[in-house]
Nanobody, 114 residues
Framework: QVQLVESGGGLVQPGGSLRLSCAAS????????MGWYRQAPGKERELVAL???????NYADSVKGRFAISRDNAKNTVYLQMNSVKPEDTAVYYC????????WGKGTLVTVSS
């Protein structure tokens, strides 16, 4: 059974940093596209960042230059380093994996507030 489990969310001040992790289990994920989406209160879920099996990345314009996605295939883990966070980054962040179909984690809440 495939499972994606996020960790690392919490409260962070504007301008601060946070690192999210997503541990995948149930099979190997080295050929999957993996990434992060987020959903703010009252808004639709949106793409944050994706990374392919070859290491190619794609970012939402709103996070380019501030967030960095990476993966460790040996650990079946994908990371999101969040720097220079803003209040508008407040959202539930969901881990995502795709091979033949999409898989989702349950989400981790990130709150950016002073």
């Amino acid at each position: 059974q495939v499972q994606l489990v996020e960790s690392g969310g919490g409260l962070v001040q504007p301008g601060g940093s946070l690192r999210l992790s997503c541990a995948a289990s149930g099979r190997d994920f080295d050929t999957d596209v993996m990434g992060w989406y987020r959903q703010a209160p009252g808004k639709e879920r949106e793409l944050v960042a994706l990374v392919t099996s070859a290491g190619l990345t794609n970012y939402a314009d709103s996070v380019k230059g501030r967030f960095a996605i990476s993966r460790d295939n040996a650990k079946n883990t994908v990371y999101l380093q969040m720097n220079s966070v803003k209040p508008e980054d407040t959202a539930v962040y969901y881990c995502y994996a795709h091979r033949f179909r999409a898989y989702w984690g349950k989400g981790t809440l990130v709150t950016v507030s002073s």
